[in-house]
């Protein structure tokens, strides 16, 4: 099991400068940018479980790079049905990262269902072409590393502790400025 704030340094660590980055509301989007802000980061401030969704439309657009798309485990749950289509399309430059803690941490650690449905599984079952678990550091690297090469869409479901720090800065640039910014990389204007 990893600390949340250990999984997000190492993905961001492991990116390319090229790849684009979305990452989910709350205690996440603050910790990647915390982590490594970079133009080609898009945080949803708010709409909680819509990211992967997001994601998923800008990898059919996308042909050259890499989208990656980072949220936790009540994330994904609130929005279940993108992960079958996501999989029926199979969308080869995504790469769905899912922080699995087993709690809506952002929202004040109530248990989210992730201890009894396995979302591992329920990507395989979907149609995802890989789907990786991660326990540490070291494999959540090498899991990055292959993504960015193999044809996806891959699934990496990193189980990590209840991080329990609210003292993380939040997000300083406003929701206009994320999405002209992000909009800027997308459109190679920038």
Known sequence: MMRRAEAITTLVRH???KDLLLS????ISREVFNAGD????FYMLGSMGLVTSVAFGLALLENGRRVFVI????????NLGTLALIGAERPGNLVHVILDNEAYESTGGQPSITSRVDLAEVAKSCGYREVVRCQEPGTLAT???RARLDEGPYLLVVKTDLAGSSDVPRVSRSPAEIRDTFCRVVQGRS
């Open 15 to 17: 990116l390319d400068p």
């Open 24 to 27: 989910t509301t709350g205690f």
């Open 38 to 41: 970079r133009p080609s980061n």
């Open 71 to 78: 949220e936790g485990d009540g994330s994904a749950l609130m």
């Open 143 to 145: 899991a990055v590393s």
